[in-house]
Nanobody, 115 residues
């Protein structure tokens, strides 16, 4: 089972940018579909973006045009570039890895968008 560690969260002003990283362990990272989810206080965890093993991406409507999901299989890392951040993007962001019935979650990284 892959282990995931997120990083890159922090405090940013509205309109700013952050790049989240999710580093994975394991020898078959390239076969995993990867996803970014977020959970705001008092709300359910929601999907933000996904990227397949082949590199195809999908985004929640709230992320389209502002967020870019990418992966570097040589570094076993997936990235979420977030631009034009809004206060409503404030949440804990989690990385997820899925391969068939096998899934793993990272511990999460806090993103706070505030002036």
């Amino acid at each position: 089972q892959v282990q995931l560690v997120e990083s890159g969260g922090g405090l940013v002003q509205p309109g700013g940018s952050l790049r989240l990283s999710c580093a994975a362990s394991g020898s078959i990272f390239s076969r995993y579909a990867m996803g970014w989810y977020r959970q705001a206080p008092g709300k359910l965890r929601e999907l933000v973006a996904t990227i397949t093993a082949g590199g195809s991406t999908n985004y929640a409507d709230s992320a389209k045009g502002r967020f870019t999901n990418s992966r570097d299989n040589t570094k076993k890392t997936v990235y979420l570039q977030m631009n034009s951040l809004k206060p409503e993007d404030t949440a804990v962001y989690y990385c997820n890895a899925k391969l068939g019935n096998i899934g793993s979650w990272g511990q999460g990284t806090q993103v706070t968008v505030s002036s």
